[in-house]
Nanobody, 121 residues
Framework: QEQLAEFGGGLVQAGGSLRLSCAASSTYTVAWFRQAPGKERLFVAGISWSGTGTLYEDSVKGRFTISKDNNKDMVYLQMDNVNTEDTGTYYC??????????????????WGQGIQVTVSS
C-alpha cells in the first residue's frame, strides 16, 4: 500500500498564489482532489504518468496548473489567483494506469493524508 505525502498548504489571501506538492511514483496517474467542510471530495486537476496529458475542473481552469517532475517523483499544483471557494482539504491521489474523464475518487487506489488550504478574503 503506497502512502502519498502532500506538502505546501496553508493560509493565503484571495488573489494570491500557493503551490502544493505531492510525493508520488512517476509511474502513476496523479490527481488532486479537494474537500470543503461537510461536502464531498471533488476532482480538481489530474496528470498522466508521462506528464503529457492534463485535465482540470472548470472552476480552476486558467488559474491552477498541475505538473510533475518524474526525476524527483513529485507532482505539483500551482494555484494562482485563488479565491475563497478554493478553501478546503486537498488530497493527492494516484492510480496505476489511465482513469476516466473526469475522474472520481473511485478511480484512485492511493491517497495522501490531505493538506489544508485556507483562502482569506
Amino acid at each position: 500500500q503506497e502512502q502519498l505525502a502532500e506538502f505546501g498548504g496553508g493560509l493565503v489571501q484571495a488573489g494570491g498564489s500557493l503551490r502544493l506538492s505531492c510525493a508520488a511514483s512517476s509511474t502513476y496517474t496523479v490527481a488532486w482532489f479537494r474537500q470543503a467542510p461537510g461536502k464531498e471530495r471533488l476532482f480538481v486537476a489530474g496528470i498522466s504518468w508521462s506528464g503529457t496529458g492534463t485535465l482540470y475542473e472548470d472552476s480552476v481552469k486558467g488559474r491552477f496548473t498541475i505538473s510533475k517532475d518524474n526525476n524527483k517523483d513529485m507532482v505539483y499544483l500551482q494555484m494562482d489567483n485563488v479565491n475563497t471557494e478554493d478553501t478546503g482539504t486537498y488530497y493527492c491521489a494516484a492510480h496505476q494506469g489511465p482513469v476516466r474523464e473526469p475522474p472520481t475518487t473511485q478511480d484512485f487506489d492511493f491517497w495522501g493524508q490531505g493538506i489544508q488550504v485556507t483562502v482569506s478574503s
